[in-house]
Protein backbone atom coordinates (compact mmCIF):
# COMPACT_ATOMS: atom_id res chain seq x y z
CA UNK A 1 0.00 0.00 0.00
CA UNK A 2 1.95 3.07 -1.63
CA UNK A 3 1.12 6.37 -0.78
CA UNK A 4 0.61 9.12 -3.44
CA UNK A 5 1.15 12.60 -2.66
CA UNK A 6 -0.99 15.85 -4.40
CA UNK A 7 -1.90 19.48 -3.85
CA UNK A 8 -5.61 18.57 -4.46
CA UNK A 9 -7.31 15.58 -4.43
CA UNK A 10 -10.65 15.78 -6.32
CA UNK A 11 -13.17 13.07 -5.34
CA UNK A 12 -16.02 12.21 -8.31
CA UNK A 13 -15.22 12.19 -12.18
CA UNK A 14 -18.77 13.93 -13.20
CA UNK A 15 -19.15 17.70 -14.42
CA UNK A 16 -17.84 19.35 -10.96
CA UNK A 17 -14.97 17.37 -10.14
CA UNK A 18 -14.01 17.37 -13.95
CA UNK A 19 -14.71 21.45 -14.24
CA UNK A 20 -12.57 22.02 -10.85
CA UNK A 21 -9.50 19.27 -11.51
CA UNK A 22 -8.87 20.86 -14.82
CA UNK A 23 -8.81 24.33 -13.64
CA UNK A 24 -6.43 23.41 -11.09
CA UNK A 25 -4.27 21.34 -13.24
CA UNK A 26 -4.21 24.44 -15.73
CA UNK A 27 -3.15 26.49 -12.31
CA UNK A 28 0.31 24.34 -11.65
CA UNK A 29 -1.49 22.22 -9.05
CA UNK A 30 -0.91 18.49 -8.89
CA UNK A 31 -3.98 16.61 -8.75
CA UNK A 32 -5.59 13.43 -8.55
CA UNK A 33 -9.55 13.01 -9.60
CA UNK A 34 -10.68 9.87 -8.12
CA UNK A 35 -13.62 8.30 -9.57
CA UNK A 36 -15.53 5.21 -8.08
CA UNK A 37 -16.78 4.46 -11.87
CA UNK A 38 -15.22 2.43 -15.06
CA UNK A 39 -15.87 5.93 -17.02
CA UNK A 40 -15.83 9.44 -16.33
CA UNK A 41 -19.03 11.64 -16.78
CA UNK A 42 -21.15 10.59 -13.59
CA UNK A 43 -24.75 11.00 -14.38
CA UNK A 44 -23.84 12.34 -17.41
CA UNK A 45 -23.65 9.28 -19.55
CA UNK A 46 -24.38 9.21 -23.74
CA UNK A 47 -24.43 5.87 -25.18
CA UNK A 48 -23.43 6.04 -28.95
CA UNK A 49 -25.32 4.04 -31.50
CA UNK A 50 -24.43 2.19 -34.57
CA UNK A 51 -28.08 2.50 -36.23
CA UNK A 52 -27.98 6.35 -35.56
CA UNK A 53 -25.82 9.14 -35.25
CA UNK A 54 -27.93 10.62 -32.49
CA UNK A 55 -26.08 9.15 -29.06
CA UNK A 56 -29.55 7.75 -26.60
CA UNK A 57 -28.72 9.97 -23.50
CA UNK A 58 -29.16 7.66 -20.04
CA UNK A 59 -28.69 10.64 -17.92
CA UNK A 60 -28.45 14.49 -18.58
CA UNK A 61 -29.86 14.92 -21.97
CA UNK A 62 -31.03 18.56 -22.25
CA UNK A 63 -28.82 21.81 -21.87
CA UNK A 64 -31.88 24.27 -20.02
CA UNK A 65 -31.21 27.59 -21.38
CA UNK A 66 -28.26 29.73 -22.45
CA UNK A 67 -25.72 29.08 -18.79
CA UNK A 68 -22.92 31.27 -20.11
CA UNK A 69 -20.46 28.61 -18.49
CA UNK A 70 -21.68 25.85 -20.35
CA UNK A 71 -21.78 27.19 -24.22
CA UNK A 72 -18.02 28.81 -23.64
CA UNK A 73 -17.24 24.90 -22.71
CA UNK A 74 -19.16 24.05 -25.88
CA UNK A 75 -17.65 25.96 -28.15
CA UNK A 76 -14.39 25.90 -26.77
CA UNK A 77 -14.69 22.24 -26.96
CA UNK A 78 -16.39 23.03 -30.94
CA UNK A 79 -18.93 20.73 -29.98
CA UNK A 80 -22.52 21.03 -32.28
CA UNK A 81 -25.90 21.88 -29.78
CA UNK A 82 -29.03 22.52 -31.75
CA UNK A 83 -32.69 23.98 -30.42
CA UNK A 84 -35.25 21.33 -29.53
CA UNK A 85 -38.60 22.09 -30.67
CA UNK A 86 -41.74 20.72 -32.17
CA UNK A 87 -45.43 20.26 -31.76
CA UNK A 88 -46.71 19.62 -27.90
CA UNK A 89 -48.69 16.63 -27.89
CA UNK A 90 -51.40 16.28 -25.20
CA UNK A 91 -53.30 12.57 -24.82
CA UNK A 92 -56.21 12.72 -22.69
CA UNK A 93 -59.65 10.58 -22.67
CA UNK A 94 -58.04 8.02 -24.78
CA UNK A 95 -57.54 10.57 -27.47
CA UNK A 96 -54.34 12.21 -28.51
CA UNK A 97 -54.05 15.50 -30.00
CA UNK A 98 -51.99 18.55 -30.64
CA UNK A 99 -52.31 21.28 -27.81
CA UNK A 100 -51.02 24.49 -27.38
CA UNK A 101 -49.41 23.93 -24.12
CA UNK A 102 -49.22 21.14 -21.39
CA UNK A 103 -51.58 20.17 -18.48
CA UNK A 104 -52.51 22.98 -16.88
CA UNK A 105 -50.94 24.31 -13.93
CA UNK A 106 -47.56 25.08 -15.24
CA UNK A 107 -47.72 28.37 -14.41
CA UNK A 108 -48.41 28.10 -11.05
CA UNK A 109 -44.71 28.36 -10.96
CA UNK A 110 -44.52 32.15 -10.66
CA UNK A 111 -47.34 32.60 -8.86
CA UNK A 112 -44.62 30.99 -5.56
CA UNK A 113 -43.97 34.71 -3.48
CA UNK A 114 -40.41 34.80 -2.75
CA UNK A 115 -40.93 36.49 0.49
CA UNK A 116 -43.88 34.44 1.76
CA UNK A 117 -43.31 31.38 4.08
CA UNK A 118 -41.08 28.59 2.76
CA UNK A 119 -43.79 25.38 2.70
CA UNK A 120 -44.04 22.46 0.83
CA UNK A 121 -45.80 22.42 -2.43
CA UNK A 122 -48.35 20.28 -1.31
CA UNK A 123 -49.34 22.64 1.27
CA UNK A 124 -49.33 25.88 -0.98
CA UNK A 125 -51.34 24.21 -3.38
CA UNK A 126 -54.22 23.23 -0.55
CA UNK A 127 -54.39 26.99 0.31
CA UNK A 128 -55.12 28.27 -3.48
CA UNK A 129 -58.54 27.13 -3.89
CA UNK A 130 -57.95 25.25 -7.77
CA UNK A 131 -60.09 22.72 -9.46
CA UNK A 132 -58.40 19.37 -8.64
CA UNK A 133 -57.48 18.54 -12.12
CA UNK A 134 -55.07 21.84 -12.24
CA UNK A 135 -53.98 20.64 -8.81
CA UNK A 136 -53.21 17.30 -9.94
CA UNK A 137 -51.51 18.35 -12.82
CA UNK A 138 -49.79 20.56 -10.92
CA UNK A 139 -48.40 18.33 -8.76
CA UNK A 140 -47.13 15.93 -11.69
CA UNK A 141 -45.25 19.20 -13.38
CA UNK A 142 -43.51 19.28 -10.07
CA UNK A 143 -42.63 15.97 -9.31
CA UNK A 144 -41.27 14.96 -12.77
CA UNK A 145 -39.56 18.14 -13.36
CA UNK A 146 -38.08 18.17 -10.13
CA UNK A 147 -37.76 14.25 -9.78
CA UNK A 148 -39.05 15.45 -6.44
CA UNK A 149 -42.06 14.79 -3.80
CA UNK A 150 -44.37 17.36 -3.41
CA UNK A 151 -45.03 16.81 -0.18
CA UNK A 152 -41.64 17.68 0.28
CA UNK A 153 -40.21 20.43 -1.83
CA UNK A 154 -40.32 24.07 -0.63
CA UNK A 155 -42.22 27.49 -2.56
CA UNK A 156 -38.81 29.22 -1.39
CA UNK A 157 -36.31 26.64 -3.44
CA UNK A 158 -39.10 26.69 -6.17
CA UNK A 159 -39.52 30.45 -6.11
CA UNK A 160 -35.61 30.85 -6.39
CA UNK A 161 -35.19 28.16 -9.39
CA UNK A 162 -37.86 29.90 -11.26
CA UNK A 163 -36.44 32.84 -10.99
CA UNK A 164 -32.59 31.46 -12.00
CA UNK A 165 -34.31 29.59 -15.46
CA UNK A 166 -36.31 33.12 -16.19
CA UNK A 167 -32.83 34.44 -16.37
CA UNK A 168 -31.11 32.20 -18.77
CA UNK A 169 -34.01 31.67 -20.61
CA UNK A 170 -34.70 28.52 -18.94
CA UNK A 171 -37.87 27.48 -21.14
CA UNK A 172 -35.30 26.92 -24.00
CA UNK A 173 -33.92 23.35 -24.41
CA UNK A 174 -30.90 22.03 -26.35
CA UNK A 175 -29.33 18.93 -27.16
CA UNK A 176 -25.81 18.31 -28.23
CA UNK A 177 -25.37 16.20 -31.67
CA UNK A 178 -22.31 14.70 -30.53
CA UNK A 179 -23.92 13.66 -27.19
CA UNK A 180 -23.82 15.02 -23.78
CA UNK A 181 -20.81 12.97 -22.42
CA UNK A 182 -18.44 14.60 -25.28
CA UNK A 183 -18.32 17.56 -22.65
CA UNK A 184 -16.75 15.39 -19.65
CA UNK A 185 -14.43 13.80 -22.41
CA UNK A 186 -13.56 17.44 -23.31
CA UNK A 187 -12.62 18.21 -19.56
CA UNK A 188 -10.72 15.16 -19.12
CA UNK A 189 -8.47 15.57 -22.31
CA UNK A 190 -7.71 19.08 -21.02
CA UNK A 191 -7.15 17.92 -17.54
CA UNK A 192 -4.53 15.12 -18.61
CA UNK A 193 -2.59 17.75 -20.63
CA UNK A 194 -1.84 20.18 -17.81
CA UNK A 195 -0.41 16.64 -15.96
CA UNK A 196 -3.33 16.04 -14.14
CA UNK A 197 -3.93 12.28 -13.02
CA UNK A 198 -7.24 10.41 -13.12
CA UNK A 199 -8.14 7.29 -11.32
CA UNK A 200 -11.09 5.00 -12.24
CA UNK A 201 -12.85 2.32 -10.24
CA UNK A 202 -11.17 3.21 -7.50
CA UNK A 203 -14.46 4.04 -4.93
CA UNK A 204 -13.37 6.17 -1.75
CA UNK A 205 -13.80 4.55 1.55
CA UNK A 206 -13.13 7.01 3.98
CA UNK A 207 -11.45 10.14 4.22
CA UNK A 208 -9.67 11.30 7.01
CA UNK A 209 -8.18 15.04 7.90
CA UNK A 210 -7.16 18.10 9.26
CA UNK A 211 -6.30 21.40 8.61
CA UNK A 212 -3.95 21.23 5.74
CA UNK A 213 -3.76 17.25 5.25
CA UNK A 214 -6.38 14.94 3.79
CA UNK A 215 -5.63 10.98 3.49
CA UNK A 216 -8.01 9.12 1.25
CA UNK A 217 -8.37 5.14 1.21
CA UNK A 218 -10.01 3.83 -1.52
CA UNK A 219 -10.32 0.35 -3.40
CA UNK A 220 -8.85 -0.40 -6.82
CA UNK A 221 -9.30 -3.47 -8.26
CA UNK A 222 -9.92 -5.32 -4.82
CA UNK A 223 -6.50 -3.15 -3.82
CA UNK A 224 -6.07 -0.49 -1.15
CA UNK A 225 -4.87 2.54 -2.29
CA UNK A 226 -4.11 5.68 -0.06
CA UNK A 227 -3.96 9.52 -1.43
CA UNK A 228 -2.58 12.32 0.40
CA UNK A 229 -3.39 16.14 -0.20
CA UNK A 230 -3.24 19.41 1.05
CA UNK A 231 -6.85 19.95 0.15
CA UNK A 232 -9.65 17.78 -0.90
CA UNK A 233 -13.07 18.78 -3.36
CA UNK A 234 -15.84 16.60 -2.73
CA UNK A 235 -17.68 16.05 -5.84
CA UNK A 236 -19.71 12.35 -4.76
CA UNK A 237 -23.75 12.55 -5.61
CA UNK A 238 -26.00 13.66 -2.24
CA UNK A 239 -27.11 10.44 -2.47
CA UNK A 240 -24.08 8.99 -1.82
CA UNK A 241 -22.85 11.57 0.49
CA UNK A 242 -26.27 11.18 3.13
CA UNK A 243 -25.51 7.21 2.49
CA UNK A 244 -22.83 7.39 4.32
CA UNK A 245 -20.86 4.89 2.17
CA UNK A 246 -17.93 7.40 3.01
CA UNK A 247 -16.44 7.94 6.11
CA UNK A 248 -15.18 11.08 7.31
CA UNK A 249 -12.70 11.53 10.16
CA UNK A 250 -13.81 13.97 11.67
CA UNK A 251 -17.28 14.46 10.16
CA UNK A 252 -17.79 18.08 9.39
CA UNK A 253 -20.57 18.22 11.33
CA UNK A 254 -22.37 21.60 9.81
CA UNK A 255 -21.71 20.58 6.38
CA UNK A 256 -22.91 17.02 6.84
CA UNK A 257 -26.34 18.51 8.96
CA UNK A 258 -26.95 20.58 5.69
CA UNK A 259 -26.59 17.65 3.42
CA UNK A 260 -28.97 15.43 5.55
CA UNK A 261 -31.39 19.17 5.13
CA UNK A 262 -31.25 18.19 1.23
CA UNK A 263 -33.43 15.66 -0.26
CA UNK A 264 -31.77 13.23 -3.38
CA UNK A 265 -34.84 13.19 -6.32
CA UNK A 266 -35.81 10.15 -8.15
CA UNK A 267 -36.46 9.58 -11.89
CA UNK A 268 -36.82 6.81 -14.00
CA UNK A 269 -36.43 7.18 -17.86
CA UNK A 270 -36.49 4.24 -20.58
CA UNK A 271 -35.64 5.12 -24.59
CA UNK A 272 -36.55 3.39 -27.44
CA UNK A 273 -34.93 3.41 -31.01
CA UNK A 274 -37.20 2.50 -33.67
CA UNK A 275 -36.33 1.27 -38.04
CA UNK A 276 -39.27 4.63 -38.62
CA UNK A 277 -41.02 7.29 -37.10
CA UNK A 278 -44.41 5.79 -37.48
CA UNK A 279 -45.84 8.75 -36.20
CA UNK A 280 -45.06 10.66 -38.96
CA UNK A 281 -48.32 10.69 -40.77
CA UNK A 282 -50.31 12.25 -37.80
CA UNK A 283 -47.76 14.04 -35.90
CA UNK A 284 -44.81 15.10 -38.34
CA UNK A 285 -43.57 18.07 -36.24
CA UNK A 286 -44.26 16.08 -32.37
CA UNK A 287 -41.70 17.05 -29.79
CA UNK A 288 -43.30 16.45 -26.23
CA UNK A 289 -45.93 14.16 -25.66
CA UNK A 290 -48.15 14.51 -22.32
CA UNK A 291 -50.27 11.74 -20.61
CA UNK A 292 -52.39 12.42 -17.72
CA UNK A 293 -53.17 8.63 -17.97
CA UNK A 294 -50.55 6.43 -17.73
CA UNK A 295 -47.30 5.33 -15.30
CA UNK A 296 -44.62 7.39 -17.97
CA UNK A 297 -46.63 10.79 -17.94
CA UNK A 298 -44.61 12.68 -20.37
CA UNK A 299 -42.69 11.51 -23.72
CA UNK A 300 -40.41 13.20 -26.01
CA UNK A 301 -38.71 13.31 -29.20
CA UNK A 302 -35.42 14.65 -30.69
CA UNK A 303 -37.12 17.07 -32.86
CA UNK A 304 -36.67 18.99 -34.95
CA UNK A 305 -34.00 15.83 -35.60
CA UNK A 306 -35.22 13.13 -37.78
CA UNK A 307 -33.55 10.16 -35.63
CA UNK A 308 -36.86 7.66 -34.49
CA UNK A 309 -36.27 7.65 -30.85
CA UNK A 310 -38.78 8.34 -27.89
CA UNK A 311 -38.20 8.79 -24.49
CA UNK A 312 -40.01 8.10 -21.51
CA UNK A 313 -39.91 10.05 -17.81
CA UNK A 314 -41.32 9.87 -14.53
CA UNK A 315 -40.16 11.56 -12.06
CA UNK A 316 -40.50 11.44 -8.37
CA UNK A 317 -41.97 9.23 -6.01
CA UNK A 318 -43.91 7.62 -8.53
CA UNK A 319 -40.46 6.47 -10.26
CA UNK A 320 -39.90 4.64 -7.27
CA UNK A 321 -42.61 2.46 -7.73
CA UNK A 322 -41.44 2.06 -11.46
CA UNK A 323 -37.50 0.73 -10.04
CA UNK A 324 -39.53 -2.23 -8.48
CA UNK A 325 -39.92 -3.15 -12.22
CA UNK A 326 -37.34 -4.93 -14.03
CA UNK A 327 -35.47 -3.46 -16.75
CA UNK A 328 -37.23 -5.99 -19.15
CA UNK A 329 -40.92 -5.41 -17.76
CA UNK A 330 -40.43 -1.49 -17.60
CA UNK A 331 -39.90 -1.41 -21.26
CA UNK A 332 -42.52 -3.74 -21.73
CA UNK A 333 -44.94 -1.31 -19.99
CA UNK A 334 -43.51 1.53 -22.17
CA UNK A 335 -44.16 -0.20 -25.71
CA UNK A 336 -47.65 -1.16 -24.22
CA UNK A 337 -48.02 2.60 -23.49
CA UNK A 338 -46.99 4.14 -26.79
CA UNK A 339 -49.35 1.21 -28.29
CA UNK A 340 -52.25 2.74 -26.51
CA UNK A 341 -51.09 6.15 -26.86
CA UNK A 342 -50.39 6.09 -31.12
CA UNK A 343 -53.55 4.00 -31.42
CA UNK A 344 -50.73 1.28 -33.15
CA UNK A 345 -50.66 -2.47 -32.21
CA UNK A 346 -47.87 -3.42 -29.57
CA UNK A 347 -46.60 -6.35 -32.22
CA UNK A 348 -46.33 -3.57 -34.78
CA UNK A 349 -43.88 -1.70 -32.29
CA UNK A 350 -42.15 -4.43 -31.50
CA UNK A 351 -41.16 -4.92 -35.30
CA UNK A 352 -40.22 -1.44 -35.60
CA UNK A 353 -37.70 -1.90 -32.35
CA UNK A 354 -34.10 -1.78 -32.96
CA UNK A 355 -33.25 -1.17 -29.21
CA UNK A 356 -34.24 0.36 -25.96
CA UNK A 357 -32.00 1.41 -23.07
CA UNK A 358 -32.40 2.56 -19.22
CA UNK A 359 -30.08 2.86 -16.19
CA UNK A 360 -31.62 2.83 -12.51
CA UNK A 361 -29.83 6.02 -10.77
CA UNK A 362 -31.82 5.00 -7.72
CA UNK A 363 -30.07 1.99 -7.43
CA UNK A 364 -26.61 2.48 -8.66
CA UNK A 365 -24.09 2.83 -6.04
CA UNK A 366 -22.16 5.95 -7.13
CA UNK A 367 -25.56 8.30 -7.65
CA UNK A 368 -28.50 6.74 -5.38
CA UNK A 369 -30.93 8.82 -7.03
CA UNK A 370 -31.35 11.11 -10.24
CA UNK A 371 -30.66 14.35 -8.65
CA UNK A 372 -31.31 17.06 -5.38
CA UNK A 373 -33.70 20.00 -4.62
CA UNK A 374 -34.41 21.64 -1.49
CA UNK A 375 -37.09 20.89 1.01
CA UNK A 376 -39.27 22.87 2.70
CA UNK A 377 -36.74 24.70 5.31
CA UNK A 378 -33.50 23.73 3.26
CA UNK A 379 -33.12 26.64 1.10
CA UNK A 380 -29.72 27.83 2.81
CA UNK A 381 -28.27 23.98 2.82
CA UNK A 382 -26.75 24.95 -0.47
CA UNK A 383 -25.20 27.87 0.79
CA UNK A 384 -23.75 25.99 3.97
CA UNK A 385 -22.06 23.22 1.67
CA UNK A 386 -20.25 25.50 -0.24
CA UNK A 387 -18.31 26.74 2.46
CA UNK A 388 -14.70 25.59 2.82
CA UNK A 389 -14.09 23.48 6.03
CA UNK A 390 -10.86 24.50 8.07
CA UNK A 391 -9.82 25.26 4.35
CA UNK A 392 -8.87 22.09 3.75
CA UNK A 393 -12.47 20.39 2.41
CA UNK A 394 -14.48 21.84 -0.47
CA UNK A 395 -17.54 20.41 -1.56
CA UNK A 396 -19.03 20.48 -5.29
CA UNK A 397 -21.93 19.29 -7.15
CA UNK A 398 -24.98 20.14 -8.46
CA UNK A 399 -26.42 19.88 -4.73
CA UNK A 400 -24.05 22.76 -3.85
CA UNK A 401 -25.16 24.93 -6.15
CA UNK A 402 -25.82 28.10 -4.68
CA UNK A 403 -28.09 30.10 -7.47
CA UNK A 404 -31.02 28.17 -8.10
CA UNK A 405 -29.64 25.70 -10.38
CA UNK A 406 -30.08 22.50 -8.52
CA UNK A 407 -30.32 19.64 -10.43
CA UNK A 408 -28.77 20.64 -13.69
CA UNK A 409 -25.30 20.27 -15.51
CA UNK A 410 -25.01 24.14 -15.27
CA UNK A 411 -25.30 23.94 -11.42
CA UNK A 412 -22.31 21.35 -11.33
CA UNK A 413 -20.24 23.14 -13.59
CA UNK A 414 -20.18 26.69 -11.66
CA UNK A 415 -20.19 24.63 -8.16
CA UNK A 416 -17.03 23.10 -9.49
CA UNK A 417 -15.38 26.42 -10.50
CA UNK A 418 -16.44 27.97 -7.05
CA UNK A 419 -14.76 25.17 -5.52
CA UNK A 420 -11.68 25.87 -7.47
CA UNK A 421 -11.83 29.38 -7.14
CA UNK A 422 -11.80 28.83 -3.35
CA UNK A 423 -8.44 26.35 -3.52
CA UNK A 424 -6.70 28.53 -5.83
CA UNK A 425 -7.48 31.96 -3.35
CA UNK A 426 -5.43 30.15 -0.62
CA UNK A 427 -2.11 30.76 -1.74
CA UNK A 428 -2.78 34.44 -1.95
CA UNK A 429 -5.13 37.04 -3.99
CA UNK A 430 -1.37 38.51 -5.52
CA UNK A 431 -0.46 35.25 -6.94
CA UNK A 432 -1.36 35.31 -10.91
CA UNK A 433 -3.62 33.11 -12.24
CA UNK A 434 -3.93 32.25 -16.04
CA UNK A 435 -6.60 32.96 -18.69
CA UNK A 436 -9.03 30.25 -18.81
CA UNK A 437 -12.40 30.61 -20.44
CA UNK A 438 -15.52 31.23 -18.10
CA UNK A 439 -13.04 31.89 -14.84
CA UNK A 440 -12.53 34.84 -13.13
CA UNK A 441 -10.42 34.92 -10.23
CA UNK A 442 -12.04 38.08 -8.36
CA UNK A 443 -15.43 37.11 -9.77
CA UNK A 444 -15.83 33.82 -10.12
CA UNK A 445 -17.31 32.01 -12.67
CA UNK A 446 -18.88 34.78 -15.80
Known sequence: MGLEKYDVAVLGAGIAGLT????????????????????????????PQQRSDLPVELGAEFIHGRPVEVWQLIEE?????????????????NSLHECDEGPGGFDLMRRLIDNGPDQSFAEWLAQQELPAPIVESAIAFVEGFNAADAARIGTAALAKQQAAEDAIQGHLAFRLREGYSAL??????????????????????????RRGNVRIHAMQQYQERVFEADQCIVTVPLGVL?????????SPSKTFHAVSQMAMGSAKRITFLFRERFWQTKFPNAHFLFSQQDLMRVWW??????????????????????????DTDFAALGLRTLAKIFSVPEEHL??????????????????????SYAPKGALE????????????????????DTTGHWGTVHGALRS???????????????KPIRFMPGFNTARGPQ
Open 301 to 326: MPSPDLTPMLTGWIGGPKSLDASLFP
Open 416 to 430: GQRAARQVLMLDGPG
Open 184 to 209: PAFLLKQFQSHGGEVFLSAPVISVAW
Open 381 to 400: ASEVMSIPVEDTLFFAGEHT
Open 350 to 371: RELLVSWHTHDWQRDPFSLGAY
Open 242 to 250: QSGSIHFAP
Open 77 to 93: AGLHAYEMDGTMLCFDE
Open 20 to 47: GARILATQGKRVALIEARSRIGGRIFSL
